[in-house]
């Protein structure tokens, strides 16, 4: 479930 943690992070960095 790391990874959906990570890919969350990176959709909210992206989104900035």
């Not at 479930?1 to 900035?16: G, K, P, Y």
Request: no cysteine; charged share 10%.
């Amino acid at each position: 479930m790391v990874l959906v943690l990570i890919l969350d992070v990176d959709t909210i960095i992206m989104s900035i």
